[in-house]
């Protein structure tokens, strides 16, 4: 990716919060403001999971909370709840991109780099506003549940000296077995014929590790079928062949928060939950992390809405 464009100010996730964030720094004077969400439009978890005309409450669960910034949020339901957050939108000076699932945060010296599938972006400050609700993808055949411990969706419980198989065709697929290859073998197995998805490192660095034969390139095969061999992974694909592995990774999208805050280098405590201190800024500095993630209970849209406002106090108060 050769192009990266700036903004003083970049939110990740288009939620409550990540909304809360970019209009709090529209308030605070701060502009070229960017809010990247990866669903097709704001506030996937009211739009998902909340049925037509369920109340949407300020006091979430009880929790009385008093607003502190520029969002005045009130009592709703689910139409008017959205409503709200599509004039916010409107209103202020904000870009938005939707469908657009960032892959990485990196930090160069004072500037971060924000990389999603087929654009890049940099900024002084940036926020993690996703929720906890992502779960990775799964395929359409059974997983058989006596493989549940050689089956994985990350790189948690690979070991060394392994015979691994990773599957997608994306950045993460190309980025656990670019990982996975120093110290096991490892298949990549991608249902297309070649990638269309990658990044150009990942693209070059991948193919360099096919050239030195670290990783087998396995492509145009889509798996069938798993079985359980012997305590081993058995995959067949649609050309009726199989291969027998150790272990197997799916890397088909969905990546949990988790993974993503290991990816931007955040510092996670023994729970696997982020490190902050008390302006939401994590062991990166201008890095910060707001709503269910900051939250031990989540869910609280009031509470989201406040974090924003402390965070944006905070670096304007930096500048």
């Known amino acids: 990716m ?14 409550p919060g990540g909304i809360g964030a970019a209009v709090e720094a529209s308030h605070f004077g701060i502009e070229n403001i960017l809010m990247i969400e990866k669903g097709e439009n704001h506030s996937q978890t009211i739009r998902k999971y909340y049925k037509d005309g369920k109340r949407v409450d300020k006091d979430y669960k009880g ?6 910034g520029n969002v005045d949020f009130k009592d709703g339901d689910k139409d008017s709840t959205l409503n709200y957050f599509d004039k916010l939108l409107d209103d202020e000076k904000i870009d ?13 010296g ?3 780099k924000v990389t999603t599938s087929n654009a890049g972006f940099i900024a002084k400050n ?10 990775p993808n799964k395929p359409d055949y059974k997983l058989p549940a006596s493989l549940s411990n050689k089956i994985n969706f990350n790189l948690d419980k690979c070991s060394q000296n392994e015979n691994i198989l990773i599957v997608g065709g994306g950045n993460s697929a190309a980025e656990y077995a670019i990982a996975l290859s120093t110290n096991n073998k490892v298949t990549l197995n991608y249902r297309k ?8 490192i990942n693209e070059k660095t991948l193919y360099e590790c096919a050239k030195n034969e670290t990783v087998s390139l396995l492509l145009g095969k889509d798996i069938v079928q798993i079985d ?3 305590g081993d992974v058995k995959v067949i694909f649609n ?15 969905g990546t949990t928060p988790v993974d993503f805050l290991k990816k931007c280098n955040i510092a996670l405590d023994k729970e696997g939950l982020p490190i902050f201190d008390e302006n939401f800024e994590t062991s990166i500095k201008n890095l910060f992390i707001c709503g269910d993630l900051a939250t031990a209970s989540g869910g609280s849209i009031a509470i989201a809405l406040n974090h924003a406002y402390q965070i944006l106090k905070y670096i304007k108060s930096q500048n």
Request: hydrophobic share 40%; no cysteine; proline share 0%.
């Open 239 to 253: 050309d009726n062949s199989s291969n027998t592995y150790d272990r197997v990774v799916y890397a088909i999208g």
């Open 63 to 68: 929790m009385v909370v008093e607003l502190n």
């Open 2 to 15: 050769n192009t990266y464009r700036a903004y003083d100010f970049i939110v990740i996730g288009g939620g």
């Open 228 to 230: 359980n061999e012997d």
């Open 96 to 108: 938005v991109i939707f469908n657009s699932e960032v892959e990485n945060v990196v930090k160069d």
């Open 110 to 112: 004072d500037i971060f």
């Open 126 to 135: 940036v926020i993690v506003a996703i929720g906890r609700m992502g779960k």
């Open 193 to 200: 014929s070649s990638f269309t998805r990658l990044n150009e």
